[in-house]
């Protein structure tokens, strides 16, 4: 069975590209639009069609309903990671767009139409009277991690900040927390992280700040941590810094830097 291709069809007086199906049906301007309201890169969209969507449903759980969910206390969702079964509620898995995604196809298997069956879902969650609470029905996804850096323990740290109103994590922790932030594609939880990492450069932090920085494509963290080096190379060379800890990338670019630091300057 092929995919739906794209087609044009007339939209007004002109005769724009147009989607056939969900999750937008319309032409590209009103697509520029939507994607706009909701604050997510254009040209993201029309590579992953799923990422409006999922911004869609994030967009539509304020911290009320967030806090609601919590408070009727029954789970809704068991993810199956790591060889652990974790409870989550649905708003806060959102917060997640790997998660969302993962709930949102175990919601459509056997329904015609998930999203009216995630509002029930979400319904039967707010509190009640006793008598009037229903059972949570629950919903089992699955999540397999090949990341080494993914440890039980940042999984879980990664995870109790969606319930959090600010994330948080420590320099002790912060380079698993990034690796489980970036499998959940938890965007707040993610940058906090790099923040954490930026802030946090010393002679024993550098090498592995670096490396996460080029596998996970963060420019921000990288170029800090040359700008670091620069600084600190010649001072520390020998004593906190030893070269042979050091990435051979990252050397041959701070010893071709204009901007390496070094006492001559001081000299002349």
Same mark, same amino acid.
């Not at 489980?180 to 802030?199: D, E, I, K, P, Y």
């Not at 040359?226 to 701070?254: D, F, S």
């Given at each position: 069975?092929?995919?739906?291709?794209?087609?044009?069809?007339?939209?007004?007086?002109?005769?724009?590209?147009?989607?056939?199906?969900?999750?937008?049906?319309?032409?590209?301007?009103?697509?520029?639009?939507?994607?706009?309201? %909701?604050? /997510?890169?254009? #040209?993201? *969209? $029309?590579?992953?069609?799923?990422?409006?969507?999922?911004? @869609?449903?994030?967009?539509? =759980?304020?911290?009320?309903?967030?806090?609601?969910?919590?408070?009727?206390?029954?789970?809704?969702?068991?993810?199956?990671?790591?060889?652990?079964?974790?409870?989550?509620?649905?708003?806060?898995?959102?917060?997640?767009?790997?998660?969302?995604?993962?709930?949102?196809?175990?919601?459509?298997?056997?329904?015609?139409?998930?999203?009216?069956?995630?509002?029930?879902?979400?319904?039967?969650?707010?509190?009640?009277?006793?008598?009037?609470?229903?059972?949570?029905?629950?919903?089992?996804?699955?999540?397999?991690?090949?990341?080494?850096?993914?440890?039980?323990?940042?999984?879980?740290?990664?995870?109790?900040?969606?319930?959090?109103?600010? %994330?948080? /994590?420590?320099? #002790?922790? *912060? $380079?698993?927390?990034?690796?489980?932030?970036?499998?959940? @594609?938890?965007?707040?939880? =993610?940058?906090?992280?790099?923040?954490?990492?930026?802030?946090?450069?010393?002679?024993?932090?550098?090498?592995?700040?670096?490396?996460?920085?080029?596998?996970?494509?963060?420019?921000?963290?990288?170029?800090?941590?040359?700008?670091?080096?620069?600084?600190?190379?010649?001072?520390?060379?020998?004593?906190?810094?030893?070269?042979?800890?050091?990435?051979?990338?990252?050397?041959?670019?701070?010893?071709?830097?204009?901007?390496?630091?070094?006492?001559?300057?001081?000299?002349?």
């Amino acid at each position: 069975r092929h995919k739906p291709q794209l087609e044009r069809r007339i939209v007004g007086s002109t005769n724009r590209w147009r989607f056939p199906r969900e999750p937008f049906l319309g032409d590209l301007l009103a697509l520029s639009q939507m994607c706009k309201a %909701v604050n /997510v890169d254009f #040209d993201e *969209v $029309l590579k992953n069609p799923d990422r409006l969507c999922i911004s @869609q449903i994030q967009k539509n =759980f304020p911290e009320n309903l967030k806090n609601k969910a919590i408070q009727s206390g029954e789970a809704g969702v068991i993810l199956e990671c790591l060889g652990f079964r974790w409870e989550l509620h649905q708003p806060q898995l959102f917060q997640s767009e790997t998660l969302t995604k993962l709930y949102m196809m175990a919601l459509a298997w056997g329904n015609a139409n998930p999203e009216k069956e995630l509002e029930k879902l979400l319904q039967a969650q707010l509190p009640r009277k006793i008598k009037e609470q229903r059972p949570v029905k629950k919903m089992i996804v699955s999540l397999k991690i090949n990341d080494p850096l993914v440890t039980e323990a940042a999984f879980a740290e990664a995870l109790k900040n969606l319930y959090l109103r600010e %994330v948080k /994590v420590s320099v #002790d922790d *912060v $380079l698993g927390v990034l690796a489980a932030a970036h499998v959940l @594609q938890f965007h707040s939880l =993610f940058q906090r992280c790099v923040t954490v990492m930026m802030n946090g450069l010393t002679p024993s932090t550098i090498k592995n700040f670096y490396l996460a920085g080029c596998k996970y494509k963060e420019e921000p963290l990288t170029t800090a941590c040359e700008k670091w080096m620069e600084m600190n190379l010649v001072p520390l060379v020998g004593t906190q810094i030893h070269l042979r800890k050091i990435p051979q990338e990252l050397l041959h670019k701070v010893l071709r830097s204009p901007r390496l630091f070094s006492y001559s300057e001081f000299l002349e």
